[in-house]
């Protein structure tokens, strides 16, 4: 094992394994990927098994009963933190990043899991790097989350980068930057002016029923008379217009909030988002 990269979405690291394999070093260096979105859900002492149980038993209500996935989320996250406080001490590691809550929070939550190790470690920012080597006068793209870059270009920003290792100062901060965001009892986080932000968790209800809004006009305008939409469709929308980096198991719960206030009526069961549809009250 040469290296260790670190990335925090299956498709990113999906992406690059395929780049490393281009490559022909994916024998020798290690990919640990983390199932999980550090944009929402507690992260209070997410260091700690106590906090770690907490982070868990949150996501269990929020995926809620019907949702296929939670025991390999569970499964994944523990082995995730397992594998990289295993990473052996002389193996240099590379974590990539993009400029959102999620990614930036990981960040500092693995450096803060390897506090204690002398690993030379390298940060790849990747906003930041596909805008150094792919944008051009006619075309700006802003990367907001690691998974949208292809491999080829992944491969390029690799092979390409000068970044250095993190000096002792600059692991030091952002473990501290750590140590404060796991004081707080914040479930959600944005990523704004270059920072991480505590939101209340119902940051985004309002955009969740503007967007629902704006759909029922455009059904109107087609002379679509059925009220009710599917609720994939709505959270589609969401997704598609937000500038943060967020998943679609956070909107689905708080559609399933807004549900229960009466802000919403719907249609089928809650069992999994392809269930129901929903219409304003």
Same mark, same amino acid.
């Given at each position: 094992?040469?290296?260790?990269?670190?990335?925090?979405?299956?498709?990113?690291?999906?992406?690059?394994?395929?780049?490393?394999?281009?490559?022909?070093?994916?024998?020798?260096?290690?990919?640990?990927?983390?199932?999980?979105?550090?944009?929402?859900?507690?992260?209070?002492?997410? $260091? +700690?098994?106590? @906090?770690?149980?907490?982070?868990?038993?949150?996501?269990?209500?929020? =995926? !809620? *009963?019907?949702?296929?996935?939670?025991?390999?989320?569970?499964?994944?996250?523990?082995?995730?933190?397992?594998?990289?406080?295993?990473?052996?001490?002389?193996?240099?590691?590379?974590?990539?990043?993009?400029?959102?809550? $999620? +990614?930036?929070? @990981?960040?500092?939550?693995?450096?803060?899991?390897?506090?204690?190790? =002398? !690993? *030379?470690?390298?940060?790849?920012?990747?906003?930041?790097?596909?805008?150094?080597?792919?944008?051009?006068?006619?075309?700006?793209?802003?990367?907001?989350?690691?998974?949208?870059?292809?491999?080829?270009?992944?491969?390029?920003?690799?092979?390409?980068?000068?970044?250095?290792?993190?000096?002792?100062?600059?692991?030091?901060?952002?473990?501290?930057?750590?140590?404060?965001?796991?004081?707080?009892?914040?479930?959600?986080?944005?990523?704004?002016?270059?920072?991480?932000?505590?939101?209340?968790?119902n940051y985004y209800d309002q955009y969740i029923i503007n967007m629902a809004k704006k759909l029922l006009m455009e059904r109107e305008q087609e002379e679509e008379p059925e009220e009710f939409?599917?609720?994939?469709?709505?959270?589609?929308?969401?997704?598609?217009?937000?500038?943060?980096?967020?998943?679609?198991?956070?909107?689905?719960?708080?559609?399933?909030?807004?549900?229960?206030?009466?802000?919403?009526?719907?249609?089928?069961h809650l069992k999994a988002m392809r269930f129901y549809s929903v219409k304003l009250k």
């Amino acid at each position: 094992m040469q290296k260790v990269h670190i990335l925090f979405s299956p498709s990113s690291a999906g992406s690059f394994r395929m780049a490393l394999k281009k490559m022909g070093v994916y024998q020798v260096e290690k990919i640990i990927s983390y199932w999980d979105v550090f944009s929402f859900g507690p992260i209070k002492r997410l $260091h +700690e098994k106590e @906090g770690q149980e907490a982070r868990i038993a949150w996501m269990k209500t929020v =995926m !809620n *009963d019907g949702h296929d996935d939670f025991q390999d989320y569970q499964q994944g996250f523990y082995n995730t933190i397992y594998e990289i406080t295993s990473i052996p001490v002389n193996v240099p590691i590379t974590i990539w990043v993009a400029d959102n809550a $999620h +990614e930036q929070t @990981g960040l500092r939550f693995v450096l803060y899991l390897l506090r204690n190790k =002398m !690993n *030379d470690i390298k940060v790849m920012n990747v906003t930041k790097s596909h805008a150094e080597y792919f944008n051009r006068p006619d075309i700006q793209y802003t990367v907001l989350h690691t998974g949208e870059i292809a491999p080829e270009k992944l491969q390029i920003l690799y092979e390409k980068s000068q970044s250095s290792f993190l000096s002792k100062h600059e692991r030091k901060e952002l473990v501290e930057e750590w140590a404060a965001l796991a004081d707080r009892n914040e479930t959600l986080r944005i990523w704004e002016n270059g920072e991480i932000k505590n939101v209340k968790e119902n940051y985004y209800d309002q955009y969740i029923i503007n967007m629902a809004k704006k759909l029922l006009m455009e059904r109107e305008q087609e002379e679509e008379p059925e009220e009710f939409m599917k609720s994939a469709r709505l959270i589609g929308e969401v997704l598609g217009h937000l500038d943060q980096y967020m998943g679609d198991t956070f909107f689905e719960y708080r559609l399933r909030m807004l549900i229960e206030k009466g802000v919403f009526e719907m249609e089928g069961h809650l069992k999994a988002m392809r269930f129901y549809s929903v219409k304003l009250k």
